[in-house]
């Protein structure tokens, strides 16, 4: 049995069909870690992880995205590791990493982890989102996630939480952890939206050791909805935003969050929602 398999020795007419190619086998042959070679590949479709899959990025690997759509979608127990991901292409409108709930990403045992991650629009268009997590229909649930070490920067919105009602049962993006975020020349950095609690719930998810650096491109840092959320970090140079609304809104779906971020004027949060906690330092 191979115990690795290698992009490039597959054949594929592009070089999306060339990496699902390499996906497909190891998953159908048990192989676990499907590896990337120190080059750049041209993306010009999207790929899938499946299931119990990590694809790894070599140092010098990089996708050059080219078109509208989304970039890299994970099912659960997938893995995506050293990822750089960069949009070279201002109709791009779409998400980079996205995860849908119908997977049922849920169990605290399965490995499923984002880490070492970078993504660049460098088109200038400041459009399409980062990571996108989204749940939309009965028992869909994005929950026990891990993303570690992620860097966004220009896109329209950098990390986006959102849990839609569904025509029948619960909908969740509940329990993820986003540790060492640092989010660049975003238009809107972090979005939370749902409801507060059930049939579509965005709660108790941690975010820890924020950095974001906003520029005049920057309208929102924050929209907050459910609760039991987190927020540790820090905001630099407030004064580069030109947008006069609030940077920061915990609306009235949101409760019991906890909002811990340095170098936001208070004057710039709007706080709608009920017994949220914010400790400032401005």
Not at 24 to 46: C, E, F, P, Q, W
Not at 222 to 248: A, C, E, H, R, Y
Not at 274 to 282: F, G, I, S, T
Request: a neutral charge.
């Amino acid at each position: 049995m191979h115990k690795e398999v290698v992009v490039d020795d597959f054949a594929g007419s592009n070089d999306p069909q060339k990496i699902q190619a390499a996906i497909d086998y190891a998953h159908i042959n048990n192989v676990k870690t499907v590896y990337l070679t120190d080059r750049d590949y041209v993306m010009t479709s999207g790929i899938q992880i499946k299931e119990g899959i990590k694809l790894k990025f070599g140092y010098g690997s990089r996708f050059v995205v080219y078109g509208n759509f989304k970039v890299i979608q994970m099912e659960r127990n997938s893995s995506l590791d050293e990822a750089y991901i960069a949009i070279d292409d201002a109709t791009f409108n779409s998400s980079v990493i996205y995860l849908d709930g119908k997977y049922k990403y849920y169990n605290v045992w399965w490995k499923s982890l984002v880490k070492n991650l970078t993504i660049v629009n460098w088109s200038g268009s400041h459009k399409g989102i980062g990571l996108h997590l989204y749940s939309n229909g009965p028992n869909h649930a994005i929950s026990f996630m891990d993303f570690e070490n992620i860097k966004i920067v220009g896109m329209n919105t950098a990390v986006k939480l959102q849990a839609v009602k569904a025509s029948s049962g619960f909908s969740y993006v509940n329990a993820n952890r986003f540790n060492a975020l640092s989010l660049d020349d975003c238009i809107n950095n972090i979005q939370i939206i749902g409801s507060e609690t059930i049939p579509f719930e965005c709660s108790g998810n941690y975010f820890t050791n924020i950095q974001i650096q906003p520029t005049s491109a920057t309208k929102q840092l924050f929209q907050i909805n459910g609760q039991q959320n987190f927020f540790d970090g820090l905001v630099w140079d407030i004064s580069t935003i030109n947008s006069t609304g609030s940077l920061v809104q915990l609306t009235n779906k949101s409760s019991i969050n906890s909002f811990n971020v340095r170098g936001i004027p208070q004057d710039r949060i709007s706080n709608q929602g009920r017994k949220n906690v914010l400790n400032l330092l401005y």
